[in-house]
Nanobody
């Protein structure tokens, strides 16, 4: 069972950048699909980005061109580089990991990291 620890959140001004990290335990990290979701107060959880074990990526339309997801299998870590941040990006960001063949309901989740975009 993989365990996830997120870091890198914080307060940033509009137009600024942050990089979130999600460190995973376990020796089979490289076969997992990894991703980030976010949840703002009063809103439903929203998919942000996904990266497969082969490095294929997918993004929510709202972050395309601004966010980049990547993974370093040697470090068991997935990253979310967030540029040109907007106030509407404010949310708690959650990392997840799952085997490719199982539903999201069976994913492992991190504890979440707060991102606040405000002047």
């Amino acid at each position: 069972q993989v365990q996830l620890v997120e870091s890198g959140g914080g307060l940033v001004q509009p137009g600024g950048s942050l990089r979130l990290s999600c460190a995973a335990s376990g020796s089979i990290f490289n076969i997992y699909t990894m991703g980030w979701y976010r949840q703002a107060p009063g809103k439903q959880r929203e998919l942000v980005a996904i990266i497969t074990s082969s490095g294929s990526t997918n993004y929510a339309d709202s972050v395309k061109g601004r966010f980049t997801i990547s993974r370093d299998n040697a470090k068991n870590t997935v990253y979310l580089q967030m540029n040109s941040l907007k106030p509407e990006d404010t949310a708690v960001y959650y990392c997840y990991a799952k085997r490719p063949t199982v539903p999201l309901d069976f994913a492992t989740w991190g504890q979440g990291t707060q991102v606040t975009v405000s002047s």
